[in-house]
């Protein structure tokens, strides 16, 4: 579990709170569990169960280079492919995301790979959204749009992909809509 407290991914255990029949102050007889809670083995801090259900730091390093991955073949594959600078620019992110021995030749290996059967970049982006919180699921959408800017303006198929993979993080048509925006905006300025 992540602890608040220890800033950090640590062993925890699952705890029972139990009522007991105390004669003179002392407990003598269990009665019925009345709660659950989780305990940090490192700083003994107690959590309700809840806290299982948000992301550790480990989970994430294992989310955001799949997703990236994914998000970058989806948008080269939907533009221009063979661009230098938007392929450059889709190996540098995912080299950002964790994977830094990535490549051109890994990335040729991918576009063909996914070429070939498909992508389904549902499970992927599905999985970093949960690990998320506002505006990094803009952060991350405006990012891959500029793989698709780095050649140019974007293309009708490059903005259909950019919405898809913004629906896939969660991002409503509309949020969708900004960073697209918003992205070209600061291409033409800068």
């Known amino acids: 579990m992540h602890c608040h407290r220890c800033g950090g991914d640590r062993r925890y255990e699952r705890c029972h709170g139990r009522r007991w029949v ?7 007889l269990p009665l019925d569990r009345i709660g659950e809670h989780v305990q940090c083995r490192s700083c003994r ?3 309700r169960v809840g806290v299982l259900a948000l ?3 480990e989970a ?5 280079p799949v997703a ?7 948008m080269l594959r939907a533009g221009s492919a063979e661009s230098l600078a938007a392929r450059r620019r889709a190996i540098q992110i995912v080299q950002t995301a964790g994977l830094s021995g990535y490549d051109e030749i890994t990335l ?11 992508l389904d970049i549902s499970a992927p ?3 970093l959204a949960a690990h998320l919180t506002p505006p990094a ?5 405006a990012d891959v749009i500029r793989v698709g800017l780095a050649d140019g303006p974007l293309s009708g198929s490059e903005r259909s992909a950019a919405r898809l993979i913004a629906a896939h993080l969660g991002l409503s048509a509309a949020q969708a809509q900004d960073v697209i925006v918003r992205a070209e905006e600061n291409a033409a300025a800068g």
């Open 55 to 57: 992301p550790t730091a």
């Open 68 to 74: 990236s991955l994914a998000a970058v073949t989806t």
């Open 108 to 118: 040729a290996a991918d576009l063909a790979a996914a070429d070939g059967c498909g």
């Open 45 to 47: 801090t107690r959590y």
């Open 60 to 64: 994430m390093q294992e989310a955001l």
């Open 137 to 141: 699921p803009e952060w991350f959408l």
């Open 22 to 28: 105390h004669v003179l102050s002392v407990p003598v």
């Open 125 to 127: 982006l599905s999985t």
